[in-house]
Nanobody, 126 residues
Framework: VQLVESGGGSVQAGGSLRLSCAASGGDFSSYTMSWFRQDPGKEREFVATIRSNGNSGRTYYADSVKGRFIISRDNAKNTVHLQMNSLKSEDTAVYYC??????????????????WGQGTQVTVSS
């Protein structure tokens, strides 16, 4: 599976961005899809997950983004999106999408994801 992110950029605090991740080469609908982010010198951190339809398609969020970010997927188009609203300077990072089949209790564990995109930079200025 190949994952390609798009939609990153620069925005002022309080603004919005929509990230997209296009998948190819695999059974997209069977994967849990997640977004992670990483600042230089820091560990990659979990942002949001959307489970496969076979696992209810439920969504989960990091506390830091809950109520501001929305993850969604379009299985017909093999795409997952991350709508980011009310952006803050601390949201600045490189954002990565990932595909895998982690158990529900381990959706934040990066090593359980099989495939990763190349990342897209999000910069929020205050």
């Amino acid at each position: 599976v190949q994952l390609v992110e798009s939609g990153g950029g620069s925005v002022q605090a309080g603004g919005s961005l929509r990230l997209s991740c296009a998948a190819s080469g695999g059974d997209f609908s069977s994967y849990t899809m997640s977004w992670f982010r990483q600042d230089p010198g820091k560990e990659r951190e979990f942002v949001a997950t959307i489970r496969s339809n076979g696992n209810s398609g439920r969504t989960y969020y990091a506390d830091s983004v809950k109520g501001r970010f929305i993850i969604s997927r379009d299985n017909a188009k093999n795409t997952v999106h991350l709508q980011m609203n009310s952006l803050k300077s601390e949201d600045t990072a490189v954002y990565y999408c990932a595909a895998g089949r982690p158990p529900l209790g381990s959706i934040r564990t990066t090593s359980l994801y099989y495939y990763w995109g190349q990342g897209t930079q999000v910069t929020v200025s205050s």
